[in-house]
């Protein structure tokens, strides 16, 4: 099978984090003059991304657009290098020193950015936006603001969270102020993830659906149909006030077209009738768009990777041997190729992938290696010792069900991990869904899945965001979509070492704290780590000025048309 492994320079483009010649924010960010302002950015995807709540919706895909439309206090640097993994200030005038030990964060926040309806951002409309995280269940209010004075009560009982002595504004000042529990040294972060974005403080205090909020971006949307797509144009009360944070865009238009399958849209963007395609690019497709249209093909490191989450709270895989066996037989090679290839992917053992401080440079499950003889790395599977396993579960024989998207690559994926459950001992067999559906079905419990494949994407560059969001005892919310520990997994003794670790201002203390977290996470196994991940971009020919973030990818605002 073709694969970009097998293209000159594609292995190395993989490493660059901006090819010469990339673009950045410069001046004062506008585009206004700009030869290359105007026209029609046009966007594919197979399917919707869910809800366009934008502190709901926990998809890459809408992380992606809501980057370009909404804004916190704070944000990541728009810029195509590794500092866009930096906080900047963004509806804030800077970025605050933290107080009282890390308890205490003192913003103010920016005068005379408005929403697209005209209406001016105020700390009425901050403070409100913070207590809806809560109100409407937002799938990080826990995980990432739990630590506000108050959160607990709000996350008790929602509809009447106003956390209290936790969150205080003054309108004559515009100073909004943050009282935390305990220090947080990711605070800032975590209020530059999207889910903090600022709102007005009329929004409901339910999933906005299909209804667009007001954004403060340069873009609006015009419509939108979950079935057909969205079209966005630029907001007529944006104005720059933060190259850095948010740029002006070039596109006039965003287009964004739902329904074209993976591979007709690599062919309609590598015809021109479309600029850029969400999905992944199919395997049997690669060698040909390495060979043939090498300058439309952007290869960029990326903080994620493909794992398998196994449910522990039903059977078989709530018998810790039995999601060890399936740690063992994962042959990381297998999926590395079915990925794409060693240009684009790699065997993962632990669940932090590297380059993030915390992340273990070793490996328990492999040939010859244990939870307390790690190996150095990954070495092949092991399917004897995973059929051991099995048998000594008393699990042999159980009828299991892998729940996978309906892509051409994961649907490979997933039919390979079929034969492999069977091939230890179980009654496999794989359930497709739409990408829309799959990332909330998985997570639900009243779906009764036992085994799944997912990818996960890093929130900001931290253990945290694989380990405490994925493990974390107050991610797991049984009965909704919105319970990213979909393991539903929780281990007291891994919790303590997570909390530690982000109160922890040294970060060789807090890496430590993320290591141990890691090891336990490793030794109960509530899922298999596959894969780290590189990213596969296919743009048009007509696309210019490409530009990509370590977050959020291709960042929409910032390419232009020819």
Known sequence: MAALAAVPGYAARAQDSAPPGSARPVGDGQTLGSPHRGGTLRLTASSSGGTLDPQINYTSEYAQLFTVLYDGLLNFRKADDRTSDEVVPDLAETVPQPEDGGRTWRFTLRQGVR???GQEVTVADVAASIRRLFRVGSPTAGSFYGAIVGADICLRDPAHCTLAGGLKVDPATREVVFHLSQPDAEFPQKLAFPHASILP??????DLGNVPAPT??????ISYDPDRGAVLERNPFFHVWSADAQPDGYADHIRYDFGLPDEAAVTAVENGQYDWMFDMKPLDRLGELGARHTRQVHLRSLYGFYYVPMNVNIPPFNNRM?????NRALDRRAMTILYGGAAVAGPLCTMVPPGISGALDECAHTVGADPDHPAPSWREADLEGARRLVTASGTAGQKVTVVVQNTAVEMSMGVWLRNMLQAIGYDASVKPLAHS????????????????LSDWFADYPSASNFLDDLFGCENFHPGTDNSINIAGYCNKEAQAAMDAAKQETDPARAAELWAQAGRIITRDSPAAPAIRI?????????????????????????????
């Not at 039995?322 to 399936?326: D, G, H, I």
């Not at 559906?437 to 799944?452: C, D, E, F, P, R």
């Not at 000025?545 to 232009?560: A, E, G, K, P, R």
């Open 115 to 117: 929403f697209s309806t």
């Open 201 to 206: 403080a009329n929004m409901p205090d339910h």
């Open 322 to 326: 039995a999601r060890q066996a399936v």
């Open 437 to 452: 559906v799959q990332l909330g079905y998985i997570q639900n419990t009243s779906n009764h899945v036992q085994i799944s």
């Open 534 to 562: 590189n990213y596969i971009d296919l743009v048009s020919s007509r696309l210019g000025n490409y530009f990509y973030t370590d977050l959020y990818h291709m960042i929409f605002s910032q390419v232009w048309i020819q």
């Open 216 to 221: 403060t971006g340069p873009y609006r949307f």
